[in-house]
């Protein structure tokens, strides 16, 4: 019996040590807005994670899990240190993560400052060019949740897919719009034309600019409510 203590003991410690070692650590940054995803149960809001340094240059990827002790922010990033350890297969259903995350600490949070073209703007200029108070102005909606833009071109209805956006850059996806024919096609068409060669933006107070790629002002948008 005096022998089989210290060897019970032994593999216990084993065990433990062994149960202790599976777990790890990670760090990663937390996307300030949610994205829609499919969560194998349906649709749902997922977090967006980026392991690199750089935000600017940040490739997104969805994170499916729930991270115990974390609560998200909209409209801060946040930079996590996470622990990460295995669940056990028989209690884990076939749907969810194979692994357990539990927040250690918060080790940065940045506001993102993009957040705040999330809103209804309408033009005020094109190329420079004041819309007339006679003139239908387009109106442009930025919904940074759905990662979407949707809006009236004067004419037409559209929407499209944000393809890229940071504290700077801005680029919209194939926008597709109703084919409606108005009278006056002019600022539908240039507006749908500058729309499709924005690069960069610029915020200030209430006022919104979007640049083209050598950097000229072509649309510029007020606020509304």
Not at 17 to 32: A, D, F, L, Q
Not at 123 to 150: D, G, Q, W
Not at 174 to 203: G, H, W
């Amino acid at each position: 019996m005096s022998i089989l203590k210290p060897i019970i003991a032994i593999i216990l410690l084993a065990i433990l040590n062994t149960s202790c070692s599976s777990t790890k650590s990670n760090t990663y940054w937390v996307n300030s807005t949610k994205k829609n995803c499919d969560s194998g149960a349906g649709k749902t809001l997922c977090l967006q994670v980026f392991k690199g340094e750089d935000l600017e240059q940040a490739q997104w990827t969805y994170f499916y899990a729930p991270i115990d002790g974390f609560t998200f922010e909209p409209g801060y990033y946040q930079k996590i240190k996470v622990s990460e350890t295995p669940k056990k297969q028989k209690n884990t259903p076939a749907d969810a993560s194979s692994i357990s995350y539990k927040l250690i600490e918060v080790i940065e949070k940045k506001q993102d400052t993009k957040i705040a073209l999330h809103d209804i703007w309408v033009v005020t200029h094109m190329n420079e060019e004041a819309i007339t108070s006679t003139e239908k102005a387009p109106s442009l909606e930025i919904n940074l949740t759905e990662m979407r833009v949707f809006g009236n071109d004067g004419c037409n209805n559209y929407t499209g897919d944000i393809k890229e956006i940071n504290s700077k850059n801005i680029m919209f996806d194939a926008i597709a719009s109703t084919r409606k024919m108005c009278f006056d096609m002019n600022i539908p068409d240039k507006y749908n034309e500058a729309l499709n060669n924005v690069a960069s933006y610029q915020r200030d107070n209430l006022n919104l600019y979007f640049f083209d790629s050598n950097g000229n002002k072509t649309l510029s948008f007020k606020k509304v409510d």
